[in-house]
Nanobody
Framework: QVHLMESGGGLVQPGESLTLSCAAS????????MGWYRQAPGKQRELVATLTTGGSTNLADSVKGRFTISRDNAKNTVYLQMNGLKAEDTAVYYC?????????????WGQGTQVTVSS
C-alpha cells in the first residue's frame, strides 16, 4: 500500500504562485508515474501534470507555460510549481501515483489539497 500526503495549498491572489508537494510513503518500491489532477466544483477531475521516473512530462494545455512538475526520486516526492495563478485554477488538487507490482498496475490517490485563487 502507498500513502500520498499532499501539502502546500492555500488562498492566493491572481498572478501569485504556489508550490504543492506530495510525499509518498509505505510500499513505495517501483513507483512509476506520479502526477497531479484537479477537480473544481461541479466539474470532473482533470489531469494537470504527470511525470514519469524517466523524466517524461505531460501537462494540460491550460497550465503550459505556468506550471512546472518536478520529482525528487530519493525523497519519493513530486512537486507542482504553479505560477501566474488564475481564478480558473481554483480546485482541489490531488496527487496520484502509479505502481507496478507482481505484474499488475496499482493507482493511488492523495486526499487532496485546496487551491483557491481569488482577489
Amino acid at each position: 500500500q502507498v500513502h500520498l500526503m499532499e501539502s502546500g495549498g492555500g488562498l492566493v491572489q491572481p498572478g501569485e504562485s504556489l508550490t504543492l508537494s506530495c510525499a509518498a510513503s509505505g510500499s513505495i518500491f517501483r513507483l512509476n508515474t506520479m502526477g497531479w489532477y484537479r477537480q473544481a466544483p461541479g466539474k470532473q477531475r482533470e489531469l494537470v501534470a504527470t511525470l514519469t521516473t524517466g523524466g517524461s512530462t505531460n501537462l494540460a494545455d491550460s497550465v503550459k507555460g505556468r506550471f512546472t512538475i518536478s520529482r525528487d526520486n530519493a525523497k519519493n516526492t513530486v512537486y507542482l510549481q504553479m505560477n501566474g495563478l488564475k481564478a480558473e485554477d481554483t480546485a482541489v488538487y490531488y496527487c496520484k501515483a502509479d505502481q507496478i507490482r507482481d505484474g499488475r498496475w496499482y493507482f493511488y490517490w492523495g486526499q487532496g489539497t485546496q487551491v483557491t485563487v481569488s482577489s
